[in-house]
């Protein structure tokens, strides 16, 4: 089911910025509120999906190393929106990003299989 759509992707040259956007607005309200962790994920055909970005109820963020101290998770609830500032960015950053929700307290450790509620994708492409 579409609970949750992202938005913001596109073509970006290395070193630029680009600001993701995932609305959760469809998202169940017991779900949005029984919520522990909205995350962003990416992933490649040469690389599983893997964990960029999670923050938690209680404002506490977890960052994928690779992109600590050029990417900001962030979230405006009351336009029901989560938002990944992406900054200086590389080709190595090229993937499809998904938002998801996670209802469980491991949601931190960023697996895919703590992550119950996906959007669709944006595509992010980063040329050299």
């Known amino acids: 089911q579409v609970q949750l759509q992202e938005s913001g992707g596109g073509a970006v040259q290395t070193g630029g910025s680009l600001r993701l956007s995932c609305d959760y607005s469809?998202?169940?309200?017991?779900?949005?509120?029984?919520?522990?962790?909205m995350a962003w994920f990416r992933q490649t055909p040469e690389k599983e999906r893997e964990g960029v970005a999670s923050?938690?109820?209680?404002?506490?963020?977890v960052y994928l190393d690779s992109v600590k101290g050029r990417f900001t998770i962030s979230r405006d609830t009351a336009a029901n929106a989560v938002y990944l500032q992406m900054n200086a960015v590389t080709p190595d950053d090229t993937a499809i990003y998904y938002c998801?929700?996670?209802?469980?307290?491991?949601?931190?450790?960023?697996?895919?299989?703590?992550?119950?509620?996906w959007g669709q994708g944006t595509q992010v492409t980063v040329s050299s």
């Open positions: 469809g998202l169940d309200p017991l779900r949005r509120v029984s919520s522990y962790c």
């Open positions: 998801a929700v996670s209802g469980t307290p491991q949601c931190f450790q960023m697996s895919r299989n703590f992550y119950n509620s």
């Open positions: 923050i938690g109820r209680d404002g506490r963020t």
